[in-house]
């Protein structure tokens, strides 16, 4: 009966996964969303439309299947909806976890007029996590193994979605990476409150069975040369990420107290996940006054993480206003459940302290015209300068390029600004200058999401195979 009601739109509402209580989850490092049942995915998943041209598909960076598959849900076929679901999409129990989806393809829903988009993100989570609960594992039984061999530098989205589609494709990759455990960004950068480690150590069970070989703890051009690699593999893919963190410009950002964004998250999951070489590598925000500089998601993510290692006070200072924020919108507002308290439209101008971080020294804007990328141009208020307290500072203002030395040597050519060049139009989809070398994720496009690395890995794999006359 209610897979005949085609309004079903009106009489269920969007219902969003139930959070676990601010009070409960500031003092864990969990997951905050409790698992969807199966009637509510079912009823979810009815809500849709089926549009004859779904937006949310076109938004979707990797052009998710998405109303085809809410249909199989509503109709309870979990092993149809997971095959379908990997078609087009390497980690989708990740992006349906971490993708900002009020930017992305719940952003474009028909039924954002008025009614509430259709919950995509929890449903692509539900599909992946119920199939795999069930048992579920990709099917490998008709792809022709060749003997062909790819080496792929990053085990980050990008570089993992590179070797799905290259091992279903008969080719096998051997992933390199510096760390010791699979994910890049995902394993060591975003939290386990958004993403727990348990998801990624289940996708590496899942690569290895498939075929997938991976040498870890191994960084390319330290424990193993590129020239190794362009010798004994018939190409590579390098997915290795943006790690040069931006800096401020300001006085008083090497004060004592002051981190960059990214090693004091770090530290925090070498801690979690026994990783910690010295304890003194951890940096631990408990019982301090910290300030956050930024407003993306690494700054939330920095938020959220001092919240639970029980800060005194986070206070997170943005130079536009709440609705310029470029992190999802979703996270500003559980970070602000969490207890973090923001002041908008306040731009740092020093650090100041005597040897040891004292407060911030910011200035009041508004917003004037926009700039070239249409975002609104903050504007300093003349006379507006106030110092927040804080003995300790995050700095999460993004990411800048980091191309390795070695990429002249081995002709991979970069922008000015140090992005690796690897055209998705060129002839073999993301090939560098190297005909052997291909790329993508940020260290091509600059520092983005999970899911256009997925995007770009994927195609690139396609490239590769063209390449390679598979
Ligand atoms: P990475 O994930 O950075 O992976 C690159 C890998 O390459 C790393 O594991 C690195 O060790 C390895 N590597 C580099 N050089 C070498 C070498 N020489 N030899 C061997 N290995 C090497 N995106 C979202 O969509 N949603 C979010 O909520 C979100 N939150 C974020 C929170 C934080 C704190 C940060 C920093 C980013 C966040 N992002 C988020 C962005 C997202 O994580 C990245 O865009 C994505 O991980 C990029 O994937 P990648 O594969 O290109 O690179
Ligand atoms: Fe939405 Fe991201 Fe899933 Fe695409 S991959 S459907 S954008 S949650």
């Known amino acids: 009966e209610r897979l005949n009601n085609d309004f079903q739109f009106v009489e269920v509402g969007r219902v969003d996964p139930k959070k676990v209580p601010a009070r409960k989850r500031k003092k864990e490092f969990k997951e905050i969303y409790t698992p969807i049942t199966q009637n509510q995915a079912a009823s979810q998943s009815h809500r849709c439309l ?52 009020d930017r992305l393809c719940e952003g474009d829903c028909t039924l954002n007029d008025g009614y509430g988009a259709v919950t995509i993100g929890s449903v692509e989570k539900y599909i992946t996590d119920t199939a795999f609960a069930l048992g579920w594992k990709p099917d490998m039984s008709k792809v022709v193994r060749t003997d062909k061999r790819v080496a792929v530098i990053g085990a980050g ?33 975003i939290p386990e409150f958004k993403l727990e480690k348990s998801v990624m150590a289940r996708r590496r069970n899942v690569f290895e069975e498939m075929g997938v070989e991976f040498r870890l703890s191994t960084e390319v051009g330290k424990h193993i040369q590129m020239s190794d690699l362009l010798s004994d593999f018939d190409a590579v893919f390098m997915g290795m990420g943006t790690y040069t963190s931006m800096q401020g410009d300001f006085p008083g950002e090497n004060l004592a107290g002051v981190h960059a964004a990214l090693p004091f998250l ?20 408990q019982g301090k006054r910290v300030v956050v500089l930024g407003g993306g998601d690494t700054a939330m993510d920095c938020n959220r993480t001092s919240i639970r290692q029980q800060a005194a006070s986070v206070t997170c200072a943005y130079r536009r206003d709440e609705a310029n924020m470029p992190g999802s919108r979703r996270e500003v507002s559980n ?17 100041v302290g005597d040897g040891q971080v004292e407060g911030v020294k910011v200035v009041s804007t508004e917003l004037g015209e926009p700039d070239e990328n249409g975002r609104r141009r903050p504007e300093v208020i003349p006379g507006s300068e106030e110092i927040i307290p804080a003995d300790a500072v995050l700095v999460a203002f993004g990411f800048r ?60 794999a396609e490239g590769i195979l063209d390449y390679l006359d598979i």
């Not at 770090?266 to 925000?285: P, W």
């Not at 970070?335 to 650090?351: L, T």
Request: proline share 7%; glycine share 8%; hydrophobic share 40%.
């Open 401 to 460: 390029p980091s191309p390795a030395e070695w990429f002249g040597q081995h002709q991979v050519s970069t922008s000015d600004s140090g992005l690796v060049t690897a055209p998705e139009q060129a002839d073999f989809a993301f090939q560098t200058s190297n005909p052997k070398v291909f790329a993508g994720g940020d260290m091509v496009r600059g520092s983005d999401l999970v899911v256009t690395a997925i995007w770009e890995g994927r195609q690139a």
């Open 266 to 285: 770090i530290s925090n999951v070498n801690r979690r996940l026994g990783f910690e070489v010295s304890t003194e590598d951890f940096i631990n925000m």
């Open 335 to 351: 970070a602000r459940e969490e207890g973090v308290n923001f002041m908008f439209n306040r731009q740092p101008v020093a650090i």
């Open 157 to 189: 989205p990008a570089g993992l979605a590179c070797a799905d589609v290259l091992v279903r494709s008969g080719v096998t990759p051997v992933v390199f990476d510096i760390y010791p455990e699979i994910g890049g960004l995902l394993t060591f950068g």
């Open 50 to 101: 089926e549009c004859g041209n779904p937006y949310c598909e076109w938004k979707c960076p990797v052009h998710n299947y998405i109303p085809n598959w809410l249909k199989l849900v509503a109709e309870g076929n979990i092993m149809k909806a997971v095959e379908l679901c990997h078609q087009t999409n390497s980690l989708p129990e990740v992006c349906g976890r971490v993708c900002p989806q």
